[in-house]
Structures are given as structure tokens and as C-alpha cells.
């Protein structure tokens, strides 16, 4: 499969349907951000930064601050692959965010989604 399309696409163009999935289930901004921060290692400072350069996913991982040493703990279904098992790198830290902001919407505890 041939994934450069999700690679190069802007990390800003996806995340207000991020917000958007979250507060429809009556969550918030500031919950997903805390999630964000939790996976990659950014702050509020450098994700808005993110946002406005409109970085595409692949350079959003490869310069984040620091990947949860966590990640592995996170498992399940996203997008019909269950997110351990997805081999290529990148993918499977794309499909790690979508598996968290899932769990929020879903309404799963924020200590579970951060896997405390």
C-alpha cells in the first residue's frame, strides 16, 4: 500500500476534524492537545508551530521531541489493522494518534488513554 498521500498530508489540515470528533462526544481541545503532547513530545508552544508551518505527518513524527516510550502499551483496532502489528514506522505512529483521539471520543479515562 502506498502511503505517501497520508505522509505528505498537513497535520493542520486533519486536526480540527480531530477537535471536531472530540467535542461532538463532549470532550475538549485541551483534552486531545494533552494526548498529543502525551504521544509526541510537543507542547502547546511547538504544536501550534506545527500547525502554522502546516507540516505534513512524516516530518510532525520524525521531529517530534520525544515518542512515548509508552507507544507500545497502546493496542487494538484502528482503520481495520490492529496498530501493533502494522510494520512501517510512520504508519503505525499515524495510526497511534487516530487510536488515541478515538479513545477520547469514546469516553475511555484519560489515565487509561495515557496508559498510567
Aim: net charge neutral; with cysteine.
Amino acid at each position: 500500500m502506498n502511503n505517501t498521500r497520508i505522509y505528505k498530508m498537513s497535520f493542520a489540515s486533519v486536526y480540527p476534524h480531530y477537535i471536531q470528533k472530540v467535542e461532538k462526544k463532549g470532550h475538549t481541545k485541551e483534552e486531545l492537545d494533552t494526548i498529543i503532547f502525551w504521544l509526541t513530545g510537543y507542547d502547546e508552544k511547538s504544536l501550534q508551530q506545527v500547525i502554522e508551518q502546516k507540516t505534513d505527518f512524516e516530518t510532525f513524527f520524525a521531529k517530534a521531541p520525544q515518542i512515548n516510550p509508552n507507544v507500545s502499551k497502546i493496542t487494538g483496532v484502528i482503520c481495520g489493522y490492529l496498530v501493533e502489528d502494522i510494520e512501517d514506522k510512520l504508519m503505525q505512529q499515524i495510526r497511534y494518534l487516530d487510536k488515541l483521539v478515538d479513545e477520547l471520543a469514546k469516553g475511555k479515562a484519560m489515565e487509561k488513554i495515557l496508559r498510567q
